[in-house]
């Protein structure tokens, strides 16, 4: 069983600052991307920030140069630090790894559960 637990939503002005992290824990073989999404009321589902197995990191334009994906291969864990938000940024933020639980294996995807930011003007 492999499950991603996140943390570090909540309510924020716009300017403010959240942090979010995502642990990955269970049985498994090694992890390649890791990334952020999220989710608006009403919207699609869209990348905001991924660091790949090789230690490349995108940011989608909308958040390039307010926010910040660091990761921590040792303790499997990824993190997103948000500066500057606005209203634009509420939404629900997902964890997603891709994660073989074998060595023999092929990669799949794993999300967290979601957790909410909310950015008020």
């Known amino acids: 069983q492999v499950e991603l637990v996140e943390s570090g939503g909540g309510l924020v002005q716009a300017g403010g600052s959240l942090r979010l992290s995502c642990a990955a824990s269970?049985?498994?073989?090694?992890?390649?991307?890791m990334g952020w999404y999220r989710q608006a009321a009403g919207k699609e589902r869209e990348s905001v920030a991924l660091?790949?197995?090789?230690?490349?990191?995108n940011y989608t334009d909308s958040v390039k140069g307010r926010f910040t994906i660091s990761r921590d291969n040792a303790k499997n864990t990824v993190d997103l630090q948000m500066n500057s938000l606005k209203p634009e940024d509420t939404a629900v933020y997902y964890c997603?790894?891709?994660?073989?639980?074998?060595?023999?294996?092929?990669?799949?995807?794993?999300w967290g559960q979601g957790t909410q930011v909310t950015v008020s003007s």
């Open positions: 660091s790949t197995g090789s230690g490349v990191t």
């Open positions: 997603n790894a891709r994660i073989r639980r074998r060595s023999w294996g092929m990669f799949r995807d794993y």
């Open positions: 269970g049985s498994f073989f090694s992890i390649n991307n």
